[in-house]
């Protein structure tokens, strides 16, 4: 496996388009649109939020139901959430819009939004928006990033990344591009990921591999412990890389997982690092726990913390808030066998040991908290399970920023 | 009922005192005692965190096997939590102080402490403390003001009521103070509260009273979503208002529980206005749900949003968070059905019905935001329960405090 310079449209066959549809951002692109050349098996997985978006309900209603899909249509600055009827109906008008330009069913066109909650897209902006982006559609690595840029809302950089691997003597490539800055809590967050591939799978491989992968990726970040309403992930694989369709686990299915979950942990992981205010990348590793189910609970309780993560703001080494956390988190540990670190480029540094004190050095802790990217890892010493979470500092411009993020 | 002046020592046999030691802030007092002339029945609740300071281990245990006690010593600056065998023999060495000054065994004191985790006490400065306050015990309401202020860490204003009520023809009074500004999400937080009142009542139902009424109370407020390792509240009851001891739920035991309501509900809205950084209180109504469990967890839910107290510290009505967090509380119900309010002083507004933007006023909306104290109902037209849970917003001043509290 290899990273490869590209996004959504590295792999054989994928084209993308943006435009400025002036949906609420006034001189940016604000709609881009992925689409296959041929049909795709796709694969898909939404917000756990019992209040769901209209997209969220069109996109479920096809990965469930439809064989195939084709494109997706993206929108940034309203999420279409809490719409009702109507919210609904505008998915189906521009589904239908890009399936007429497109000569493709509107059932084999997802849609998604993001942005604020509560009012009803401006329809005839959204349907024009689509009519423009189809005949532009590309396949060259600009039109995937340009893409990738038409779908940021608060984030501060776009986010895309491709892979290729050998399955079968043949090369697919995998790539992706992904939005979420704030309200990301994803449980199965806004976030929103895009990933398209020209391996050959089958649909119940392909549904399979993303679930199973986005427990260990998306679903272990946080910005803020808001579960969003449109959280949503779609997997599109059209089979133009010319391998013998993968339909059971064998070594290729393996491979492919490896791809995917390359590219998942990368596109979570810059979803964390740029989520609103965030100045650096906390990550949370819980080792030698008891159970993969007590890592992950421990790991998510610690990142999510807002003491913990105003002190990795402050470079502060305060490690009780990091035992605090763990001990809230409902998993059950001997708070008296925790050893904690902290390490980055920097270096490591025991804060605790046997859940007390260690003799560190404080001028050191701050030096290696000051990095970009900061980890703090926990050793329960209970077993051989671990996991690893991820989030962002807690800032004055997270403050800043959702304050005021309607006005 | 009414409320009067004074604190813990506005009940009969009731004194307080209080202390610089220096334990690690300079120039204030950071100590305080409060004992009892005579031997009280006492009741006790405590943090859920399984991380659990050395002065909850302490207290439980004189909860759970002491019929009596007589006194608390409290301190803030250090929590005493995550300090191991030598941190509990600390709680021994105060209690063994205090008792020596006072007069009675040490296993009828109290201790408790609040501050930064994982550093041990200077004992010697507590034991020094314990002594200087001993003499100085006064049954004035200055001496329990004195004392309220003695035990508040980022606490910007003392917390602390009283209030008389009648059982059995006699004049009873129940008085309380409490601390908590951060690390505030009690699931029975660190928040203290030491309530005395001079009420003839059995130890049992003095217990049953406080845990119960805990669960509408502390355990409703939320500051920062972290349950500290200290959470204390304990409960004196000296007997000496000379009412027939209340050993049944009679009307007597009701008159209690209203006082004691009101005491708890006074102190716990009091600890989320004066919430880190907050600038206002926001409070939580969640009616006509189905049940109290399901309108709890949505109430919480809604309080502890870091979203939604944004979005209160910006006088924005993006109600479309609220009922996000409705959503991803775990909380079944029909998003459809529900209506959102907001209100305060300046008045009360439907945000949303039936799921969907009401047509209302934005510049009317902000006036209501604006105000110290605001109110956000959602009703969920399912069945009679009702919960309310109380919060603050999220201000620069939160991340400020807590980037940098050790320094």
Redesign the interface.
């Known amino acids: 496996m290899e990273i490869i310079t590209g996004g959504v449209t590295a792999a054989e066959g994928f084209l993308a388009a943006c435009t400025a549809a002036g949906i609420k951002y006034q001189n940016r692109v604000d709609m881009a649109m992925v689409y296959s050349k041929v049909p795709c098996k796709c694969a898909g997985t939404f917000t ?5 978006a209209a997209p969220v309900l069109w996109d479920k209603n096809i990965v469930e139901k439809s064989a195939f899909a084709q494109a997706v249509v993206v929108n940034a600055g309203i ?1 279409n ?4 009827a109507e919210g609904l109906s505008y998915c189906a008008d521009t589904a239908k819009a890009a399936g007429e330009c497109l000569g493709i069913p509107a059932d084999a066109v997802f849609v998604a939004s993001t942005g ?4 009803q897209l401006p329809i005839e902006r959204i349907v024009a928006g689509t009519k423009a982006m189809a005949p532009q559609l590309a396949a060259t690595t600009e039109a995937g990033t340009a893409a990738s840029k038409a779908i940021m809302t608060t984030d501060t950089e776009n986010k895309e990344i491709a892979v290729t691997f050998t399955v079968g003597g043949k090369k697919a490539t995998l790539g992706g591009m992904s939005k979420g800055s ?2 990301i ?1 994803p ?1 199965m967050c806004t976030m929103l990921a895009f990933l398209t591939t020209d391996l050959a799978i089958c649909k119940e491989l392909l549904q399979e591999a993303l679930l199973e992968d986005i427990k260990d990726t998306y679903n272990m970040i946080s910005v ?6 449109n959280d949503t992930v779609l997997l599109f694989a059209n089979g133009l890389a010319g391998n013998a369709e993968i339909t059971e686990k064998n070594a290729d299915y393996e491979e492919f997982k490896r791809a995917l979950h390359t590219v998942n942990e990368f596109l979570a992981k810059r979803m964390a690092a740029d989520g609103e205010g965030a100045t650096k990348l906390f990550e949370v590793k819980v080792i030698h726990a008891a159970d993969k189910a007590q890592a992950v609970t421990i790991a998510k309780s610690v990142a ?4 913990v993560k ?2 990795v ?2 470079n ?1 080494a ?4 990091v ?6 988190s409902g998993a ?2 001997n ?2 066998a925790v050893d904690l670190y902290i390490e980055s480029e920097v270096g490591k540094l025991q804060l ?1 040991a ?4 260690a003799d560190y050095s404080e001028e050191l802790a701050t030096k290696i908290f000051s990095a970009r990217e900061v980890t703090a890892v926990a050793d329960l010493k209970m077993g051989d399970a671990s996991a690893t979470a991820w989030g962002c500092d ?3 411009d ?10």
């Open positions: 756990s939020n019992i209040v769901k999420a959430a809490c719409t009702g604020v909650i509560g009012k704030g309200m809590h449980n803020d412990g808001d579960t969003s309403t999510c913390s807002s003491l105003a002190m703001y402050g502060d305060n490690w009780g808030r035992l605090c956390a763990m001990g809230y059950q540990f708070p008296e605790a046997n859940g007390l004190a807690l800032t004055y997270y403050v800043k920023i959702n304050a005021d993020y309607r006005s």
